[in-house]
Structures are given as structure tokens and as C-alpha cells.
Nanobody
């Protein structure tokens, strides 16, 4: 019914850059917010960045000034540009979307997750 498909990620050296993208598809009436979370081994999943339907953004302190979240409303896509990457940024990154869906007879709002993508920062 709803799919969040992620792309990007991989292996990069410290100081390098990567870009993550996430495309939402399905019976979507409204995208209320989209964001990125990450989870490193042994750690809880944590918020990296979020962008609302109005374009307001919020970042984890650890990525402020290095990461930029953006969205393309026409394409139902959210992107995360990651610059000046550090080894501590290594994690599986997950796209998250707060969506309102068209059920035909009603609508339903809920949170949905992408499949996750590995980001490894290492020399």
C-alpha cells in the first residue's frame, strides 16, 4: 500500500560526502513530515534530521552544519546530503515518513519506514 524506497549510502573516507534519497509511493493524501534516523550497532535508533510539510527542519546536534535535509514535494522524495562525514556517523540510516493515506472510504495517518541503508565512514 505504501512504499519508502531508499537509495544512496555506501563506504566513504572521513571528510567525504554521501547523499541519501527516499521516495514514497502509494495512496498518499498528504506527507506531513519526512526524516532520517540512524542506528549504529549496540545503539538505539536516533533522529538525524526531519523536515515538515511546511519546510521546517530539525537536526541532531551531532550533525548540525554538516548534514542538510531537503524534500521534493512533487516527487514525494526526501534527501539527506551528508558532508564532512566522521567515523561516528557510521550506521544504518532509515527513512521515516509521517503520511496520511487514502483508504477509499476514509483516511489514516501513520508512520512508515524505509528498508535501511548502510553508511560506513572509514579510512
Amino acid at each position: 500500500q505504501v512504499q519508502l524506497v531508499q537509495s544512496g549510502g555506501g563506504l566513504v573516507q572521513p571528510g567525504g560526502s554521501l547523499r541519501l534519497s527516499c521516495a514514497a509511493s502509494g495512496s498518499i493524501v498528504r506527507i506531513n513530515a519526512m526524516g532520517w534516523y540512524r542506528q549504529a550497532p549496540g545503539n538505539q535508533r536516533e533522529l538525524v534530521a526531519v523536515i515538515t510539510s511546511g519546510g521546517s527542519t530539525n537536526y541532531a546536534d551531532s550533525v548540525k552544519g554538516r548534514f542538510t535535509i531537503s524534500r521534493d514535494n512533487a516527487q514525494n522524495t526526501v534527501n539527506l546530503q551528508m558532508n564532512s562525514l566522521k567515523p561516528e556517523d557510521t550506521a544504518v540510516y532509515y527513512c521515516n515518513a509521517d503520511l496520511t493515506l487514502d483508504l477509499g472510504w476514509n483516511t489514516r495517518r501513520g508512520a512508515y519506514w524505509g528498508q535501511g541503508t548502510q553508511v560506513t565512514v572509514s579510512s
